[in-house]
């Protein structure tokens, strides 16, 4: 199957971007196209017009801002995978995890974010992270925390003519610990269960995400708190257990892979 038919244009800067997503309805971004391109191909998706955004300057840099990391929307995962940036290694990790080379060359953090596809990657490691998106249109310039950005399956917080311009992603202190696990049928597929967790001695603060789920990625606030104050003592079988039934929505199979993906990447966090 082809796309329905759409015009396409490629604006120079942020600016015009916006103005052109307001000026005509069923307008979409693209930058890297690779979650909207099939979706055109299936007629899943019909734009009136694309809104090219991937070759836009400031959407593409990665800057140090001392405490965080600003990255561009435009940046594609392969950038993230082969860029060691200090105090967000995990960024690093699940870049090259994401589906298969070619994909990660095309592919971008802000368009993996604003797709909000549940089982996908980003929207999970960012909300570990504390990241912050920073999203921009006709009304200006907003912040929004990475928890709670995703309302729903491919939905988010942004409006029509509004893009994900940069995210800020806090750095870790040098002893923090990260780990990031998901179960895929075959490499480069969509995982059946995921988790994303964080613990930094420095500051005694932990979070612990569970992803590919209905929705967006859910917090395990009680189970992150116990590790923020006991480390890995608080780590058990029963204490998994616990956090993930506690999210409901899971069938016995479901259960138990969530439970093993949440351990898995808490021992990545404690054998490092």
Known sequence: MKAAAFDYVRPTDVGGAIALL???????????????VPMLNLRLARPTR?????????????EDHGAHVRIGAAVSHAELEDRAIAGCALLRTVAGGIAYRAVRTRGTIGGSVAHADPAADWPLALAALGATMIVQGKAGSRRVPADGFMLAAFQTRLAEDELIVAIDVPKLSPGARCGYYKFCRKTGEFPEASAAAVFDPASRAARLYLGALSGPPRSMPALAAAIARQGAVAVTEGAIADAVGELGEADAVESRMRCAAVARALKQVFTR
């Open 50 to 62: 694309l809104v090219d955004v991937g070759r836009i300057g400031v959407l593409r840099a990665i």
């Open 22 to 36: 307001q000026a005509t309805p069923g307008s979409r971004p693209i930058a890297g196209g690779q979650s909207l």
